[in-house]
């Protein structure tokens, strides 16, 4: 057994810090995939509900679920275990099935066109095709 770690064992080096500033350039931060606004209040209040005995459905949810009406105005919210499964009730609470048509984004998780899928729709993807020059 060797105290290298599996970077040093394998012959990694260390990146070349002109290599790292071309991955914090303007153009590789254009279309970012994700940008996360996390408050250390935020991870209190995650670490605080697992430290606590309840990981799902305790107590916290029904205050989440006021806040977030709160927050945006609605009249009701509904926390969901995913995404997916946000999408596939959003899809349900508007009627939307079979006749209807969902054209989705092709930039996109797969559960966008799914939750189409789950309520018995054919999802279609716009597709661009650009003009010869």
């Not at 990146?15 to 408050?39: K, N």
């Not at 935020?42 to 459905?57: G, N």
């Not at 997916?84 to 079979?98: N, R, S």
Request: one cysteine or more.
């Amino acid at each position: 057994m060797t105290d290298e770690s599996p970077s040093k064992a394998r012959g990694a080096k260390k990146p070349d810090p002109a290599d790292l500033e071309i991955l914090d350039s303007p153009s590789s931060r254009f279309l970012p995939y994700s940008r996360q606004d996390v408050t250390k209040n935020d991870i209190e209040a995650v670490s605080a509900v697992l430290r606590s005995d309840w990981l799902t459905q305790g107590p916290d949810i029904p205050a989440f679920e006021k806040n977030l009406c709160e927050a945006v105005g609605a009249g009701y919210a509904v926390a969901c275990s995913s995404g997916t499964a946000a999408l596939h009730l959003a899809m349900m609470a508007l009627g939307i099935g079979p006749g209807d048509e969902v054209v989705t984004s092709p930039i996109t998780f797969l559960s966008s066109a799914n939750c189409a899928r789950f309520v018995g729709l054919k999802c279609g993807l716009p597709i661009s095709i650009p003009k010869p020059v």
